[in-house]
């Protein structure tokens, strides 16, 4: 007769005589389960030939288990072969392939050099992963750089057009070293030269005011000043034309006198009364009392 344990399902043969017409305590060899086996019963009687036939399906089921694994794991370890190689653009070498399969290797082996294929395909995907990221960092930065220098660009092309709408910003340019004109109005270098009136040293001024626009424009004054050798202001007024209006492409001239001014004045400097630090080209004089 056959018995199985209940706890590992390992099967034994024995006879109805050893267990007796009463039953019997049994331990499993393998797994040391004790079970209680009754009296064999008639129905239960199994032919040899019937056991064996049973024995030798079981053994084929299983067989035939482990032949569709393995070849399965073949497949597929070939399969990654193929899609690794193809990603780096190299040939694969079926014959090799094939040899190998022929060849068959340890599960164990097998599957460390599948992990392996799978891992540089995974690093080979982040690699691309991280340049996309990279150029995509690099154009938000770059976009906006870009922009601030197109508009940089124009802001310094179209200077005198900006300064003929918003007069105020001509200080914003002259105070980055960029030399604008008035909204309009375009002022000259001035002369400068001593008399004596009445006595006195008197210093004369003498300029241009032109109309550069396309429309007709108020005449701001003009305010001169000026410097010692340090650069420091030591004198400063402002002078108003008779004209109020210049039309466009018209000019007008102005004249000053300055009685007296200060011996270590050596530089003179005009600009519009309305452009705060627009100084315009400076102009050297010599002092009557310096040689």
Not at 228 to 241: D, F, K, M
């Amino acid at each position: 007769m056959i018995i199985s344990c209940p706890d590992c399902a390992t099967r034994f043969q024995t006879s109805a005589k050893a267990i007796g017409p009463n039953g019997r305590t049994v331990r499993c060899a393998s797994c040391n389960t004790t079970w209680f086996v009754p009296a064999e019963e008639g129905e239960l009687t199994l032919d040899r030939l019937a056991l064996d036939d049973i024995e030798a399906s079981e053994r084929e089921v299983v067989v035939a288990r482990r032949s569709t694994t393995k070849a399965l794991k073949e497949d597929l370890a070939q399969q990654s072969k193929r899609q690794f190689a193809a990603s780096l653009g190299g040939a694969v070498d079926e014959s090799a392939v094939a040899a190998a399969a022929w060849k068959g290797t340890s599960d164990t082996e097998g599957n460390d050099k599948l992990r392996g294929a799978h891992t540089q395909m995974r690093e080979q995907k982040e690699r691309k992963q991280s340049r996309r990221r990279f150029w995509n960092v690099m154009l938000i930065w770059l976009t906006p750089l870009l922009l601030l220098a197109a508009l940089a660009f124009a802001a310094y092309v179209f200077r005198q057009d900006i300064v003929d709408r918003a007069p105020k910003s001509a200080s914003l340019y002259q105070s980055l070293g960029i030399d604008v004109s008035g909204p309009g109005l375009s002022l000259s270098p001035p002369t400068a030269r001593y008399a004596e009136i009445d006595g006195k040293a008197v210093l004369i001024v003498e300029g241009t005011i032109k109309n550069i626009s396309d429309e007709s424009l108020a005449i701001p004054m003009v305010a001169l000043s000026l410097h010692n050798s340090s650069g420091q202001e030591v004198a400063q007024w402002n002078v108003e034309l008779e004209r109020a209006r210049l039309n466009s492409s018209e000019t007008a001239d102005y004249m000053s006198q300055y009685p007296t001014p200060p011996l270590d004045a050596v530089e003179l400097r005009s600009r519009f009364s309305n452009e705060m630090e627009a100084i315009k080209t400076p102009v050297t004089i010599t002092s009557p009392g310096n040689p």
